[in-house]
DNA sequence: ACCTGAACACCGTTCAAGT
DNA sequence: ACCTGAACACCGTTCAAGT
């Protein structure tokens, strides 16, 4: 239980800045606060990342390789809620990643992330009748906002009437996939 | 051109805000610096906003505002577009009311902002083929996620290729009506 | 009633210095 | 190569005091 961190300190700052984030929020995930739990001096972190919007970036990385994962471990029918579900269970680090603080361009790495997963989602809603880049354009925007306008709240009384945000975000998809069954019909 | 601030401190610190978040982005809106621009001390704020939160809870309802004019003074046919457009244009301002910093049941004002908000899209998206209550939900989280993914940069190709965002927003929205013509025909 | 100025507890970031 | 501690320039917020 030496208190030297053998070149895992990054990985030990990214563990309780994740742990700050998912429990207290964006606002509350300071530099100082990472490197306290992490047992470490407030300046530690700069040897491992450049400034605080670096570490936040790489956070929102990492939250890019979970959707990925919650996305395309469900059968092709059920991504559309799989990826609301996923803004459900993780706030904010959804928010994070699509909230505007971190721009792609900034972040090599995070650049990449979007785009991997924008070629993913691609694949995963294939199903959602893409016959066009388009069409997958507007299965993800579909999702998307409805999971943003969720997470503000704005559904409040609807999730209510449906018996809970994952219900009342079925119904809206299904709404939708109903629609599309009825025009190829 | 006293100094003494009869009464309009709260404006003038409201027009600074503004200023800043649209320039600047929320990062930069501190409350001290707002009050520097009003030429007032930097505790005076405190007599006319409960804290920094509130202060930006107004600037969000004057969001509010602003985009139910931008949407309601276009014809039924435009409003998808008109929404991207106002996000587009005020990208800050669209970010502090969408981006999750405020919690609308904190603010009354917000949340009635909000639900005015949710009200008037309901009757500007009814053209869109609102049967129900869930297309006009469908609608909305469409418009809402493709603004949204549009200014974090997840479609930058795919709008360089369209000839700009708005091009690109209409040819989204363009297919989704496509589909519905093709449906009812 | 409204504003000021000092004060406190936080930040992000830098940099010389230690090991 | 990696970490510490002092230092600086910012914050939000509170509170006694001024007019």
């Known amino acids: 239980m030496s208190t030297y961190h053998h070149g895992d300190l990054r990985a030990a700052l990214l563990q309780a800045a994740g742990e700050i984030l998912e429990k207290e929020g964006v606002a509350a995930l300071s530099l100082r606060e990472a490197a306290r739990r992490a047992g470490v001096s407030h300046s530690a972190p ?29 059968p092709e029918g059920d991504r559309g809620v799989a990826y609301v579900e ?16 971190l721009r792609l361009g900034d972040y090599p790495e995070l650049h990449a992330a979007g785009e991997g997963n924008y070629r993913n989602l691609q694949k995963a ?38 018996g809970g945000a994952a219900a009342f975000a079925r119904l809206v998809l299904g709404s939708v996939r109903v629609a599309r069954a009825q025009r190829s019909a």
């Not at 700069?46 to 469900?74: C, P």
């Not at 996923?86 to 603080?101: E, T």
């Open 86 to 101: 996923f803004a459900l269970i993780h706030p904010q680090r959804f928010r994070l990643m699509f909230g505007g603080q």
């Open 46 to 74: 700069y040897r491992h990342f450049l400034d605080r919007d670096s570490l936040l970036a790489a956070l929102a990385v990492e939250g890019f390789s979970l959707l990925q994962d919650a996305i395309t471990k469900r």
């Open 125 to 162: 809603f294939e199903s959602l009748g893409s016959d066009a880049p388009l069409a997958a354009a507007a299965a993800w925007s579909l999702v998307h906002g409805l999971a943003n306008l969720i997470l503000d709240g704005h559904f409040a009384q609807a999730q209510r009437d449906s």
